[in-house]
Nanobody, 119 residues
Framework: VQLVESGGGLVQPGGSLRLSCTAS????????MGWYRQVPGKQRELVAS???????NYQDSVLARFTISRDNAKNTVYLKMESLKPEDTAVYYC??????????????WGQGTQVTVSS
């Protein structure tokens, strides 16, 4: 199983980006999916998560600016980021709970994508 992120880059303050993360490989079922971010010297922190039924959870600092969504048919989770601030600069990681056989659920991580908000 592999998670591959895309969509990061350099954007000016106030701008927008959309991150995508697609899971591939031997997937029986995808469960919760989410996005974390990390800056050097700090712990990785949850940005947003989404359940299989679409229930979402956000870090307070991104409420009303970021939107997480998923396309179960494409095994893909998205993070739409608007009104970006310099403090949103980080490496963003996708994570997903996946079962390969219907019995055991494991947690997987993507390789990370850099988001830089700067003028």
């Amino acid at each position: 199983v592999q998670l591959v992120e895309s969509g990061g880059g350099l954007v000016q303050p106030g701008g927008s980006l959309r991150l995508s993360c697609t899971a591939s490989g031997s997937i029986f079922r995808l469960y919760n999916m989410g996005w974390y971010r990390q800056v050097p010297g700090k712990q990785r922190e949850l940005v947003a998560s989404i359940t299989t039924s679409g229930r979402t959870n956000y870090q307070d600092s991104v409420l009303a600016r970021f939107t997480i969504s998923r396309d179960n048919a494409k095994n893909t989770v998205y993070l739409k980021m608007e009104s970006l601030k310099p403090e949103d600069t980080a490496v963003y990681y996708c994570t997903a709970d996946i079962s390969e056989n219907g019995y055991v659920r494991s947690n997987y991580w993507g390789q990370g994508t850099q988001v830089t908000v700067s003028s």
